[in-house]
């Protein structure tokens, strides 16, 4: 699937470390595309890497992270975590 993040559109790509998180952490792809269109983020020190999170309705374990980089036409998931707080 695409998503429009920062004004481009870009493939979204999970690594394999991002998916057993999200299966431990019981977060759906539908909940990821959630996060990236309603989020919020913040840049992290390297380029293109950024952190994007959000409060989801009904879940006790917020905020929900995603740790993503940007490889042009990609828009890699790293990881995902819960009870996030941002610095």
């Known amino acids: 699937m695409k998503v429009n993040f920062n004004g481009e559109l870009y493939q979204?790509?999970?690594?394999?470390h991002a998916k057993e998180r999200m299966a431990l952490r019981i977060?759906?792809?539908d909940?990821?595309?959630?996060i990236l269109k309603n989020g919020r983020q913040i840049q992290?020190?390297?380029?293109n890497h950024y952190w994007v999170y959000g409060s989801v309705?009904?879940?006790r374990d917020n905020f929900i992270c995603?740790?993503?980089a940007l490889e042009t036409?990609?828009?890699?998931v790293v990881t995902t975590l819960i009870n996030w707080r941002p610095k």
């Open 57 to 59: 309705p009904k879940r």
């Open 27 to 29: 977060i759906s792809e």
């Open 73 to 76: 036409p990609f828009l890699i």
């Open 66 to 68: 995603l740790s993503i």
């Open 12 to 16: 979204v790509v999970f690594t394999d």
């Open 44 to 47: 992290k020190e390297k380029p």
């Open 31 to 34: 909940l990821v595309y959630f």
